[in-house]
């Protein structure tokens, strides 16, 4: 039986008409700007760039936004959107690549630039009412563009200009179309909240009508109504997002939701135990257990590409949920816990040109035939809407503030073959740094802190011999969304000690190193 398409999309844009649209044209930030949105308590969903009228006429939201994209709006094969978009009367906003085609379809003229902008940019306000409102004369903003304005369309005024880019930002006041050649969603634009707040306020008239209570009765009525009678079967992971999940679905159907924990042999020291102790004494699921360490390590080993370690995991995973369902009465559901940053770094549920980064196991890792429906009520969300879910569902503080866990674990964390003897060492080294990152109260401060075996050997010297062994790579970084992330400038007193540890305390580790690549242009995890 093929896969079905997963149906179980947020209720709430049937229902939130105080909304904005965001049009995705493939850029990477995308998803940052929904989330920006978000954070100003107003619904933001995000369709693909080639979305009928008729659609956003039933949509009917307050306001669009036009995202940015790789491509150049001259090119022949550049996505577009209908024109008629622009004659719906709705305020639009273009950022990046959105503001090109804005000043494109208007007459206005755009080309290379003679220098590209990539990066942090100073940016001069000319005009400091409505789109950069209250703003100073000039702040930080973060360019990434080969292509630029440089003719404006008639009736058009620029509000910003850098040093290289005369319209850095523009406004037709009347029509309400605005555009700015910078992302205001990334952390790197200082005032680039206040930027599309005074979008989403000041020229869309939202109201703040967004939150996370409304999230929940809608969504738990939606899963009662799509479940009905039948069963769901719920993979818990023991993070946050699956532990929502399954109190979720839980409040909707009761007892016809059957979790069940698969010891993969890819989890960290203690993991099992741990999850039967919360999920079991104090949430009062109904939980199951599988060991499947071994046939998840048989199909493993002498893998070492990602991708195929993140596809094998994803399908083995969906035949362990096959095969236990087939125990329970009626079941026709697998729940699970993907967040819009699995979806987006997997592929653009959108149809959106984005660039595909990794498969996510439980988004494009799964195999094309399977015996259960998906069922993701977390599929629109960031991480940090999961965590407030989680409070107001009254989940133990030792889940909510639970750091992000990748969902084929160890394995890629692993840089090469995955064996046990491997395993092992990358357990025993996480489980240092982490200690030590809790003792020193560091834990709920940042946003992962893990550890990552490499795959190359070092020479050393321990008790005047040599060795050559493994070496170990620190991981610490922090974020707010998982979209993009900063490293931990940890002392190197702090990193002296925990290097010190693991080097005495796991045998088969010679060297230890501290990553500090940010995201873009690395990920957070190596694999």
């Not at 400091?128 to 409102?133: G, V, Y």
């Not at 009761?254 to 741990?274: A, K, M, S, T, Y």
Request: glycine share 8%; with cysteine.
């Amino acid at each position: 039986m093929r896969r079905k398409k997963n149906k179980n999309k947020s209720h709430a844009v049937l229902t939130q008409k105080n909304s904005i649209l965001i049009l995705d044209f493939g850029s990477q930030y995308t998803q940052l700007i929904a989330r920006r949105v978000r954070e100003a308590k107003v619904y933001s969903l995000i369709v693909g760039h080639d979305i009928d009228l008729d659609k956003i006429k039933k949509i009917a939201p307050k306001g669009l936004i036009l995202s940015g994209g790789p491509s150049s709006v001259y090119g022949d094969k550049s996505p577009k959107c209908e024109k008629g978009i622009f004659k719906l009367g709705i305020p639009i906003l273009g950022i990046c690549y959105g503001h090109q085609l804005a000043a494109q379809f208007f007459g206005g003229v755009v080309k290379k630039s003679k220098e590209r902008e990539y990066g942090r940019q100073e940016l001069f306000v000319d005009d400091h009412s409505d789109l950069l409102n209250g703003l100073p004369g000039n702040i930080t903003c973060w360019m990434s563009h080969g292509d630029c304005v440089s003719r404006l369309p008639k009736g058009f005024v620029a509000l910003a200009h850098t040093l290289n880019t005369p319209n850095a930002a523009f406004a037709n006041k009347e029509r309400t179309v605005f555009g700015v050649q910078f992302h205001p969603e990334v952390a790197h634009t200082s005032h680039g909240s206040q930027i599309l707040s005074n979008f989403i306020y000041r020229i869309c008239r939202c109201r703040p009508s967004w939150e996370m209570g409304s999230f929940i009765k809608d969504t738990v009525a939606q899963i009662r109504e799509t479940v009905g009678k039948d069963n769901v079967v719920c993979g818990l992971s023991g993070g946050v997002d699956s532990a929502v999940v399954a109190v979720m679905i839980h409040k909707a159907i009761g007892r016809q939701l059957r979790c069940i924990f698969v010891d993969n042999g890819l989890v960290r020291n203690r993991e099992p135990e741990e999850i039967k102790a919360i999920f079991r004494a104090n949430l009062h699921m109904n939980l199951g257990f599988v060991n499947g360490q071994k046939r998840f390590l048989k199909r493993l080993k002498g893998i070492t590409d990602p991708e195929q370690k993140r596809k094998i995991i994803g399908d083995e995973f969906v035949k362990v949920f096959e095969e236990e369902a087939k125990k329970i009465r009626r079941v026709k559901w697998l729940a699970q816990g993907t967040l819009y940053p699995d979806v987006i770094e997997s592929v653009s549920v959108t149809g959106a040109p984005s660039a595909k980064i990794k498969t996510h196991h439980n988004v494009g890792g799964l195999p094309e035939r399977m015996n259960l429906k998906l069922i993701e009520p977390l599929r629109e969300l960031f991480k940090d809407e999961v965590r407030l879910l989680a409070k107001q569902l009254g989940l133990p503080p030792e889940i909510i503030t639970r750091q992000p866990f990748p969902g084929p674990g160890l394995a890629i964390r692993i840089v090469g073959d995955v064996t046990p003897e491997r395993l092992q060492i990358l357990r025993e080294a996480d489980d240092v740094f982490v200690a030590e990152i809790r003792k020193a109260g560091l834990y709920a401060e940042v946003w992962q802190s893990f550890a990552v075996l490499l795959c190359i050997k070092s020479v050393g010297v321990m008790g005047d011999e040599r060795t050559y062994e493994h070496v170990i790579a620190l991981r610490c970084v922090s974020s707010s969304d998982g979209m993009t992330a900063d490293w931990v400038k940890l002392t190197p007193e702090f990193l002296g000690k925990v290097s010190n540890r693991i080097i005495n305390e796991v045998k088969g580790v010679n060297r230890v190193v501290y990553d500090i690549s940010s995201k873009p242009p690395s990920t957070i995890e190596w694999e």
